[in-house]
């Protein structure tokens, strides 16, 4: 008997909200009332509700009727194949369908056809298992577990959308041949920019939280979008509850900014300190002077003094800098204290770590502050240190045969304003690169901005995602692509006619065998 293939299954419309129900009656019943400050709640992820609820209607023997199949409305979202892949169970999955469905002819070649026919079944367990005592029999019920693949790493190719042809568009983020993790979007307002990191976003997600090795993230929404209450149906696709959302205006972001360096050289607070003092006259566009800067740096060394290298907060850094001046002068504001001041009195920070950014998924929402102001350019800035700091401590990720582990992702959307001066934190992320698993997005709304005097982030960049321009200047396209004559204009054409929700791809097999289109264009898969 041919196996039925379990790729490409679509949802049916409102599949993952309807499944929330549940998932609650579910953790309910298994996790305490109240835990430790260090322990976690157990949560359930969408991939398990869909195996259970599948497994549930499957087990249900009354006969089944086409009618009733075909009034089953679908949704362009996908399924995830490791729904399916978990524990090798595809063929019995497959052998547990043709034997409820052996009465009626059908035509399994059929995507919509398997597509129905898995979802009916998860409707029909999802109300079985939401009757009466039902769900209770079902948890009682217990068998040996063999062998699984938990303690693997996860392949990571995300399926973003579609080739032209209608061949399935993906993205191999951590094979061992791929040498960086890094993905750049380019695309005007309207391009479809938030739909694409939405997706990226649910992939990584859904492909790694059934594993010893969860890929989690941390997202500057400086839109709002994904932090707003109105679109928090999101947040069950990416497997994060509301918990996630971080929003420094209603509460300081939980954790310290600044770097502990109690039994560490005097040498690493200095240069630290001189670190610090540029990315604060950094972060505004006023001018300073050598002498100002100079003097922020001995404020940050006489701040640690004071501390006995415990971490620093800006209102010590404010009066060490008050200190260092003369007393004619400290009763008037310049450049960096009207910086201080700010960060100060908008209390952006904690004063100590009360969660964790890397084994953790987080939205840190944006939208309160100017985009380009010191604020916004603070809390981006600081956070991305605040990475670091955690990276440099970690292990070396885990390597397979196969693939290398993923930890984290960094994603920031209009990316531009933090792109703009010399973001040493930004750049020591990617340089730690693969040794540590970690992974940027950045999304800008022109290719320009990843190409300054600081840094070129298209040379360091596995994946750029090149959507509709509103300009598009003919030497990045030509650096980029590595086209000139009637190859750059095939290119410089082809992004001006891409339409909402397409873009293109460097095509590294046709370049590096210089035949063919340098290019290939992806309709992206349509999530909000």
């Known amino acids: 008997m041919e196996e039925i293939a379990l790729h490409n299954i679509r949802q049916s ?38 195996r259970l609820t599948l497994a549930a209607g499957l087990s249900q023997n009354h006969k089944r009727s086409w009618s009733d199949i075909e009034k089953v409305a679908m949704d362009s ?28 002819d059908i035509d399994w070649s059929v995507a919509a056809n398997r597509s129905r026919i898995i979802n009916y079944e998860m409707q029909q367990g999802l109300k079985y298992l939401m009757d009466d005592n039902n769900l209770d029999n079902w948890l009682t019920i217990t068998a040996k577990s063999g062998n699984t693949s938990f303690g693997t790493v996860p392949f990571l190719d995300l399926n973003i959308g579609l080739f032209e042809g209608d061949m399935p568009a993906t993205l191999n983020l951590n094979g061992r041949q791929i040498p ?40 500057f929404d400086y839109k709002g979008e994904f932090s707003d209450p109105a679109n928090r149906s999101w947040f069950n ?15 300081p972001l939980p954790f310290s900014p600044f770097k502990n360096f109690e039994g560490k050289t005097q040498n690493e607070i200095n240069l630290y300190a001189t670190e610090l003092a540029n990315a604060i006259c950094a972060i505004d566009n006023a001018r300073m002077s050598a002498n100002m800067s100079n003097r922020l740096a001995e404020a940050v060394i006489a701040s640690y003094r004071k501390t006995k290298n415990k971490p620093v907060s800006f209102q010590i850094i404010l009066d060490q800098y008050n200190h260092l001046q003369n007393e004619k002068d400290r009763q008037k504001d310049d450049s960096i204290k009207s910086v201080l001041k700010q960060l100060i009195r908008n209390n952006l920070f904690a004063t100590e770590d009360n969660i964790d950014l890397i084994n953790n998924s987080f939205i840190v929402k944006m939208d309160g502050y100017p985009k380009d102001g010191p604020l916004a350019k603070a809390i981006v800035y600081f956070i991305i240190s605040k990475l670091n700091t955690i990276y440099e401590k970690l292990p070396k990720q ?13 994603i920031i959307d209009e990316a531009h304003y933090m792109l703009d001066f010399d973001n040493k934190p930004l750049r020591d992320l990617i340089a730690v690169g693969r040794n540590k698993g970690l ?20 040379a360091n960049a596995q994946y750029p995602l090149i959507m509709k321009q509103q300009s598009i ?24 006619g891409l339409a909402l929700g397409e873009l293109i791809i460097k095509d590294n097999t046709n370049i590096v ?16």
Request: with cysteine.
């Open 13 to 50: 419309e409102g599949l993952i909200d309807s499944l929330l129900p549940l998932k609650h009656k579910i953790e309910k019943k298994l996790n305490l009332k109240e835990y430790r400050k260090e322990a976690k709640q157990l949560t359930l992820n969408n991939n398990l509700l869909q």
């Open 77 to 104: 979202l996908r399924i995830h194949e490791t729904t399916f892949t978990k524990f090798n169970l595809q063929v019995m999955w497959s052998s547990l369908i043709k034997y409820r469905y052996n009465h009626i």
């Open 180 to 219: 960086n993790t890094q993905i750049l979007i380019a695309g005007s307002t309207g391009s479809g920019k938030s739909n694409l990191l939405a997706v990226l976003m649910r992939e990584m997600r859904t492909l790694t939280v059934e594993t010893a090795y969860p890929v989690n993230f941390l997202f």
């Open 237 to 251: 696709h990416f497997e994060i509850d509301d918990d996630a959302v971080l929003d420094p205006i209603k509460k």
């Open 398 to 410: 885990e390597v397979t045969e196969e693939c290398v582990e993923i930890r984290h992702f960094t």
């Open 439 to 458: 992974s940027i997005i950045l999304a800008t709304q022109n290719m320009d901005s990843y190409k300054s005097k600081y840094f070129d982030f298209y």
């Open 473 to 496: 200047t003919d030497a990045v396209i030509k650096d980029l692509f590595g086209v000139s004559g009637n190859e750059f204009q095939e290119i410089k054409e082809a992004i001006a």
């Open 513 to 528: 065998l210089g035949m063919g289109k340098k290019f290939k264009k992806i309709k992206v898969n349509r999530f909000i």
